[in-house]
């Protein structure tokens, strides 16, 4: 395949190859006009986005470069797609990555723009978690909390149990007085993957989501499931290598590999 890089385009060009192209753009959390909503408003946006296109070498007066064919339609007919929201001291972080076959692609929102990337076919799960700011793992081992999925506690359950991996009991241990130290220290950043796979009949099926916080004394992973009636809060130390890791194994496997 041909190297490439990306380009950038109006949110609104987007939309309007959404349209031309037949597959749906609006993936959580992108957030793309509308061109209006009568048809003149439209075939007017149409012909803008149009113009820009061969001006900035996207396009000819009769079709689309190739690569931005692919790329749209790759965002839009996924095998798998992620929505990223993230928030550090750089800034709020939106973007949606999707892939299908050997084929990666990025999604930024820059203001009134979308920028697409190219990424890595195999290895694009840690080149997402390599592009936030540098973390290191907090301190302790994963640990896992469960309490009754519904709002109202049950009667016969009594205190919500905390479980380590392994099943033993870890109320008052000292992994959940790391998990509570940590929450409680400065933090530098956080957000989370919306991942989503495409299932048996063809749509896109939601995973839960996997989500980090980053704070002064280290950063972990955050996952919960839903596990016999009950949701589990998984917490897990990591870096961003391995924050990679368990992005890749949450969509390949439904969850962590052990």
Wanted: hydrophobic share 35%; charged share 25%.
């Amino acid at each position: 395949m041909t190297e490439r890089t990306g380009f950038t385009i109006p949110g609104l060009t987007l939309e309007m190859l959404g349209r031309l192209l037949g597959v749906p753009v609006r993936g959580y959390p992108l957030e793309l006009p509308y061109p209006g909503g009568d048809r003149l408003t439209t075939l007017r946006a149409a012909e803008r986005a149009h113009e820009e296109l061969v001006a900035n070498g996207l396009a000819d007066e009769h079709q689309l470069k190739e690569e931005v064919r692919e790329a749209v339609l790759l965002l839009g007919e996924p095998e798998v797609a992620v929505g990223i929201l993230a928030n550090d001291d750089r800034g709020e972080w939106l973007a949606r990555a999707a892939s299908g076959g050997d084929r990666a692609v990025l999604v930024e929102q820059l203001g009134d723009t979308v920028e697409f990337t190219w990424l890595p076919g195999e290895d694009w799960h840690f080149r997402l978690a390599g592009m936030l700011p540098s973390m290191r793992p907090a301190p302790g081992n994963a640990v896992s909390t469960t309490r009754a999925a519904s709002n109202e506690p049950m009667a016969d359950d009594g205190p919500d149990p905390v479980l380590l991996h392994n099943g033993r009991t870890a109320r008052g241990s000292s992994d959940m007085r790391d998990v509570a130290r940590v929450f409680a220290a400065r933090r530098n950043g956080s957000g989370h993957f919306a991942p989503h796979v495409t299932g048996p009949s063809g749509d896109l099926r939601e995973l839960p989501a996997l989500s980090w916080v980053d704070t002064e004394l280290g950063c972990y992973a955050v996952r919960d499931e839903p596990v016999r009636g009950h949701n589990r809060t998984t917490f897990t130390p990591v870096d961003n290598s391995e924050l990679g890791r368990l992005l890749r194994d949450h969509l390949t496997t439904g969850g962590p590999r052990r």
